[in-house]
Nanobody
Framework: QVQLVESGGGLVQTGGSLKLSCTAS????????MAWHRQAPGKQREWVAR???????NYSDSVNGRFTISRDNAKKTVYLQMNSLKPEDTAVYYC?????????????WGQGTQVTVSS
């Protein structure tokens, strides 16, 4: 059974930093593209960043230059380093495994971790 467990969320002031982690189990991790999404209150879930199996990365315009996604295949963990945080970054952050051959379909999701940025 595939499981994704996020951690690292919390409360931070504007301009601060947080590093999220997502650890996978029950699957071969190294071959998958991994992604982070977020969902703010009253809004739809939005894609934030992805990292492929060869460590190619992509970011949404709203976080590009402030967030960095990385992975450690030996630990089956994907990270999201978030710097220069803004109140609009407040959301529940989810990691997901992207379906092979698909760009926008995700087969497995974590339970989410709350990030709150105070102004």
């Amino acid at each position: 059974q595939v499981q994704l467990v996020e951690s690292g969320g919390g409360l931070v002031q504007t301009g601060g930093s947080l590093k999220l982690s997502c650890t996978a189990s029950g699957t071969v991790f190294s071959t998958y593209t991994m992604a982070w999404h977020r969902q703010a209150p009253g809004k739809q879930r939005e894609w934030v960043a992805r990292i492929t199996n060869i460590r190619t990365t992509n970011y949404s315009d709203s976080v590009n230059g402030r967030f960095t996604i990385s992975r450690d295949n030996a630990k089956k963990t994907v990270y999201l380093q978030m710097n220069s945080l803004k109140p609009e970054d407040t959301a529940v952050y989810y990691c997901a495994i992207q379906r092979p051959g698909s760009r926008n379909t995700y087969d497995y999701w974590g339970q989410g971790t709350q990030v709150t940025v105070s102004s």
